[in-house]
């Protein structure tokens, strides 16, 4: 009963907290689709260098580089 | 402490479930009234007994780059047989949208609705820049394409014709 009780605190204040967060949605990417969003000496060069190692390793994501939002730019 | 726990539940699909669900097929179309480049309002219904291309697109959108000079030769292509494109941009700089189609080196002969707000990308509820929705003469979206590849030039050939055969 009191873990029960704990959690739902928790959660409670979770979701006060983080929905002060919010997706950037696809159709607002403008800003992060830029090259100078990536945090690279070359950005260009890093995103295409990017672009291979999805395609070798069928990865992606946690590099903080963006692209058009489809995941295929 | 059922009480807890339906409040646990409803929070935890409140935090889960905030987007929303995207359009789906099978479902008629939602309509919008919008301006377009050449400062005209557009209502989408005003377009139904037609083939309808809704596409969604941005001058930031790399695939877009690829996927407009397309969308002109399919146009070009249908347009006599009762087939239109609806192309909402979502640039909130028209200096942008103006330098990409220039850059195309020809003109576009089909309608191109500005969004600067991206109300109607909303309304849709995309996923992922750009997106198209195939909508048929009933007004019912029967396809939805997100992203765009070369491959999907030849899906996109197959499937106007089909609706377009369609009464």
């Keep these: 009963m009191k873990i029960i009780k704990y959690i739902f605190i928790l959660l409670a204040l979770f979701s006060i907290v983080f929905s002060g967060c919010t997706t950037v949605q696809p159709w607002e990417r403008e800003r992060l689709s830029d090259p100078n969003m990536i945090f690279d000496e070359n950005p260009i060069q890093k995103g295409i260098y990017e672009h291979y190692i999805n395609i070798r390793e069928g990865s992606e994501g946690g590099d903080g580089s963006q692209s058009g939002g489809c995941g295929c730019g | ?167």
């Design chain 2, 1 to 167: 402490m059922k009480i807890y726990r339906s409040i646990f539940f409803l929070l935890l699909f409140l935090m889960l479930h905030k987007n929303g669900f995207s359009q789906e097929t099978g479902k008629p179309f939602l309509d919008f009234t919008a301006v377009t480049t050449a400062g005209q309002q557009m209502k989408l219904t005003d377009l139904t007994g037609k083939v309808i291309f809704l596409d969604f697109w941005a001058s930031w959108c790399k695939p877009c780059k690829e996927e407009f000079p397309y969308l002109i030769k399919l146009y070009s292509d249908y347009k006599d047989s009762g087939f239109v494109v609806v192309a909402v941009n979502v640039d909130t700089d028209r200096d942008k949208l103006d330098k990409f189609i220039n850059n195309l080196g020809t003109d576009v002969p089909f309608t191109v609705v500005i969004d600067k707000e991206g109300k109607i990308p909303d309304l849709y509820k995309l996923d992922a820049m750009p997106t198209s929705f195939v909508i048929d003469k009933k007004g019912i979206i029967r396809y939805r394409h997100t992203g765009f590849e070369l491959s999907d030039k030849e899906t996109y050939s197959k499937e106007i014709p089909e609706l377009l055969n369609q009464n």
